[in-house]
């Protein structure tokens, strides 16, 4: 168990919908990243926020749009969903936002089926 | 840009034998690290080694090690003794230092296999 949770495990949708996915980070860390496996682009970084503000983007669609909390937990929100969509979305926590350096723990995942 | 290679999508290796998984990357950084990460059946993404990229002496970590060839650009996992508990979907990953992290670059992965 990394500590890292995600809610929903599955989630099952039609296209057009909009979904939000929720992240708790490890206890202590300030910096959450998102990242999306999908069987034809692999595993993507998606953006990372790091103590409420968002530190860096990857390739995030701009149907696609996430914030940290207070709390610092975070939410992925995906809007206008699409087939291709469909994946498997990761979640993850380091202790620091300023440096590749640290390890990265992995929630379990939300795996979205969009119809 | 960062860019990360793994040619083997699947590698089988028996039980007890030792396999080596191949990784090259690019990046025009001199500060970063180098992580494999292995994915199981569960989905779960867990930590196997890292290396930072400003040491010499390659990482180990239990039957895990890593030769790192900076100048070529390649960082290959060597697991001994392999173990039905090892099977899983291997991940090279690089990620750059200094302020301002830019997320994880992984390659495709190698699919390992281990005959009992």
């Known amino acids: 168990d990394s500590g890292v949770t995600q809610t929903p495990k599955h989630l099952i949708t039609a296209t057009g919908q909009r979904v939000t996915l929720r992240c708790s980070p490890r206890?202590?860390?300030?910096?959450v990243y998102w990242y999306q496996q999908s069987l034809d682009q692999g595993l993507q970084f998606l953006i990372q926020?790091?103590?409420?503000?968002?530190?860096a983007k990857g390739n995030i669609l701009e149907r696609f749009s996430a914030q940290q909390f207070p709390d610092l937990h975070s939410e992925l929100n995906l809007s206008s969903l699409e087939l291709g969509d469909s994946a498997l979305y990761f979640c993850a926590s380091s202790a620091s936002g300023a440096s590749g350096a640290y390890e990265q723990y992995f929630g379990p995942g939300t795996r979205l089926t969009v119809t | 840009a960062q860019t990360v290679t793994q040619s083997q999508p699947e590698m089988s290796v028996q039980e007890a034998e030792t396999v080596t998984l191949s990784c090259t990357y690019d990046t025009s950084e001199s500060d970063y690290y180098l992580f494999w990460y292995k994915q199981p059946p569960s989905r779960q993404m867990i930590l196997v080694i890292r290396?930072?990229?400003?040491?010499?002496q390659n990482a180990t970590e239990n039957r895990f090690s890593v030769n790192f060839q900076k100048a070529a650009k390649s960082f290959s996992l060597k697991i001994s003794d392999s173990q039905l508990g090892d099977a899983a979907m291997y991940f090279c990953i690089l990620s750059l230092g200094g302020g301002g992290a830019d997320g994880l670059t992984f390659g495709k992965g190698t699919h390992l296999i281990i005959q009992p």
């Open positions: 206890s202590g860390d300030l910096s």
């Open positions: 290396q930072e990229a400003y040491k010499q």
């Open positions: 926020y790091y103590n409420g503000e968002e530190r």
